[in-house]
């Protein structure tokens, strides 16, 4: 597939990068999101960071956020691309603090079954935010969760998709990165 990346600033770009080796990846920054265009791109990623908070900042994303609520190609976001996908759809977000951002492998336990889990209830996952989804928007539901809440979310209409951990970070040890190629396989099919 085509696959535009947004680099919302993550640290380690050659991670996802890997994940995403199969594929022609673009990498765009943030202020150039709207330069995507559905012709030429078969999907979007939109990247981990941790530069500042969504919250009270929507205004330097606009672009993005623009971008994920009138695109029509399918979007993945992860971590704080899941979380710009709740916000520009009216889902809140809480900041459980910085003492509070686990740097480890997490369990996720699968609520609502997707081809996507190959017949797993439970996968660990590489979990590093310290901003936790509070509220979905009603056309969201949420596919696995962990103790800190929905980890893996999914539009009930448009081709959206939310995972709230890590899939290219500690992807010998994990399930997270074998779900993330389910999906990715599985948006190929169309």
Request: proline share 4%.
């Given at each position: 597939m085509?696959?535009?990346?947004?680099?919302n600033?993550?640290k380690?770009?050659?991670?996802?990068l890997?994940?995403?080796?199969?594929?022609?990846?673009?990498v765009?920054?943030?202020?150039?999101?709207?330069?995507?265009?559905?012709?030429?791109?078969?999907?979007?990623?939109?990247?981990?960071?941790?530069?500042?908070?969504?919250?009270k900042?929507?205004?330097?994303?606009?672009?993005?956020?623009?971008?994920?609520?009138?695109s029509?190609?399918?979007?993945?976001g992860?971590?704080?691309g899941?979380?710009?996908?709740?916000?520009?759809?009216?889902?809140?977000?809480?900041?459980?603090g910085?003492?509070?951002k686990?740097?480890?492998?997490?369990?996720?336990?699968?609520?609502?079954?997707?081809?996507?889990?190959?017949?797993?209830?439970?996968?660990?996952?590489?979990?590093?935010?310290?901003?936790?989804?509070?509220?979905?928007?009603?056309?969201?539901?949420?596919?696995?969760?962990?103790v800190?809440?929905?980890?893996?979310?999914?539009?009930?209409?448009k081709?959206l998709?939310?995972?709230?951990?890590?899939?290219?970070?500690?992807?010998?040890?994990?399930?997270?990165?074998?779900?993330f190629?389910?999906?990715?396989?599985s948006l190929?099919r169309?």
């Amino acid at each position: 597939m085509r696959v535009a990346l947004v680099n919302n600033g993550t640290k380690k770009p050659e991670k996802l990068l890997q994940l995403l080796r199969d594929h022609t990846v673009t990498v765009f920054d943030t202020s150039n999101a709207l330069d995507i265009t559905e012709d030429d791109f078969d999907l979007i990623v939109l990247s981990g960071s941790s530069r500042f908070p969504i919250d009270k900042n929507e205004w330097l994303l606009l672009p993005e956020i623009d971008l994920i609520k009138s695109s029509k190609l399918p979007i993945i976001g992860i971590c704080y691309g899941c979380e710009l996908i709740v916000r520009a759809f009216g889902g809140s977000l809480i900041d459980h603090g910085e003492e509070s951002k686990e740097r480890d492998l997490v369990r996720v336990d699968v609520v609502d079954d997707d081809p996507i889990f190959s017949g797993r209830k439970d996968f660990d996952a590489y979990d590093a935010h310290r901003w936790v989804i509070a509220s979905l928007s009603q056309e969201f539901k949420v596919l696995a969760r962990s103790v800190h809440g929905p980890e893996i979310i999914r539009h009930s209409i448009k081709p959206l998709f939310g995972f709230q951990f890590h899939p290219e970070k500690m992807a010998d040890q994990s399930f997270g990165d074998d779900v993330f190629f389910a999906l990715l396989k599985s948006l190929a099919r169309g």
